[in-house]
């Protein structure tokens, strides 16, 4: 058995040697657990990335919990995930750093025809379907394999993931720069689209917010922040535009009666059963309510552009200081179910803890 440092095998030995790779697998609810096994062997159209870096998601906090639909243990998870191509061919040479895609569309619906794959209703997902990148070696295909500069942040650079999921929320909105933006929820995603939406449009962006920690970080941010709707103090008098970050009905409904009355309300949070809207509160003044559904190859495209800029400072500062190892995933999950740290993006660091 070799370890897995000795990454030179792999291309020529690694079916003849048996190479023994570690992963953390979600074993049951709320429990992670360090395991052992081969390393996969790609088929045909995969290449083997070495993972490095894996963000903890919203959705990772539902499997965990064994409130997610669809995804239960056990479960390798990680679709925020980094790393350097192990096996290097014409295609990608070893060692180039990767970013993952981890939507697989089937590849035959009229979606996955128009590069749509994140509303394709037979996709799936790597990190959840497929194992993800809490383990240290994965087979990933090449169309979803993106390649980063030598000079990305394989850390920080995690954020292509969610960044994509908020620029492709921000497409769906019809914004423009005299309106007020108001986010529900100051958490990964509603703090990247604050940042996102201010940069990219100049407008005044607001939350709505209770938790202090997460307060004190999107007022750190140069944000205004109410803890109720009610409160708002917008800046114009256009019809704002909210975007429903937490997955709260009661929230998304008082948005409905907000007066002035949205222009638009667009969902990037993840309701996972079905609820009863007042249909009746969108007609007298024509209020838009639009689903946003992950992104496509191009928004996550446009996300690892902006964070290989100096860019990368403004969304950095959501990502907590100390990363985790892979046999502290739990805690990893912990801390950021109980909002432990000031910031709020949790990092598993897959060279941490060999
Ligand atoms: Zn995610
Ligand atoms: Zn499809």
Redesign the pocket.
Known sequence: MLPLHNHNYVSTLFTEVLIIISFAELENVEKFAVKQKEIPIPKPNEVLVSTKFV?V?G?DLHVYLGSHPKVKPPAILG??CTGVILNGNHHFPANVPVAINPLIGCGTCEHCQMDQTNICLSRTVIGFQKEGGLSQVIAVPRENILPLSKDFSLRTGILY??LGVVIHAAKLANLNSHQDVIITGAGTIGLLTGIYIRDKFNVNVSFIEINQKRIDLALSLGFSVYTKVEDLILCSNHRPIFFECTGNIELLKSLLSYKPAAAEIIIVSTFHKEHEIPVFSLLPYEISVKGSQMYTKQDLKQAIDILSTKKRSLYEAIVMEDDYGYHEVNDAYESTIKNTQARVKAIINMSKGE
Request: hydrophobic letters at 0%; proline letters at 14%.
């Open positions: 963000g998601c959705s679709h925020e993931e969610p």
